[in-house]
């Protein structure tokens, strides 16, 4: 195979590479014999993809899209273009906590990505500690007006991370 402008295609290659070698032929509309006629291929390609940062170097770059559209249009690939697109993203505000009782104390606190502010005047209120949902729902009652604190045992991340990415939403459903 003969590629031209090499640089304009390590993404796609990448992909392509990954596929191969996870023999994930299907999704390339390929029979299961692809994998394993090009799976030392793929597997290079991933090496010098993973040994090299030059790709992701510039990609990090703002102009990224309009280097990559440039080397793909040099290259003499059809139908190039970029498309607008709204990148959601979340920016950290200042972050504070502090116990006010039964003593005066800061508490560290790191604010996850994607969660809501609570304002300027941020929030004063009770805390209520449970260690799961079931304890929330059975609590429910104590929880209107409350903080609720997830003081859930670790057992592995994806069973844990459950508390972090549900325990607003779950916890704004009891008030």
């Known amino acids: ?3 031209v402008g090499q640089r304009s295609l390590y993404c796609i290659l990448g992909i392509t590479a990954a596929a191969l070698a996870s023999g994930g032929t299907a999704a390339l509309g390929q029979s299961e014999d692809l994998a394993e006629q090009y799976g030392d291929v793929a597997g290079r390609i991933i090496d010098a993809a993973v040994g090299d940062s030059s790709a992701y170097q510039r990609l990090a770059d703002e102009r990224a899209i309009d280097w990559i559209l440039g080397e793909m249009r040099q290259d003499s690939l059809e139908n190039v273009r970029g498309e607008p697109v709204m990148v959601p993203h ?3 505000g200042a972050e504070s906590a502090a116990l006010v009782k039964p003593r005066a104390l800061n508490l560290p ?3 996850l990505g994607g969660s809501v502010g609570t304002g300027r005047d941020g929030i004063n209120a009770e805390v209520l500690v449970v260690r799961s ?3 929330l729902t059975e609590r429910a009652a104590e929880a209107a007006g409350k903080i609720v604190l997830f ?3 670790f ?3 994806g069973e844990t991370v459950q508390y972090r990415s549900r ?3 779950e916890a704004a459903r009891v008030g």
Request: without cysteine; aromatic residues 14%; negative net charge.
């Open 133 to 135: 949902f079931e304890e």
């Open 151 to 153: 003081n859930a045992p």
């Open 155 to 157: 057992t592995t991340y």
């Open 90 to 92: 979340w920016i950290r």
């Open 167 to 169: 325990g607003a939403i």
């Open 1 to 3: 195979m003969h590629i």
């Open 109 to 111: 606190v790191l604010g």
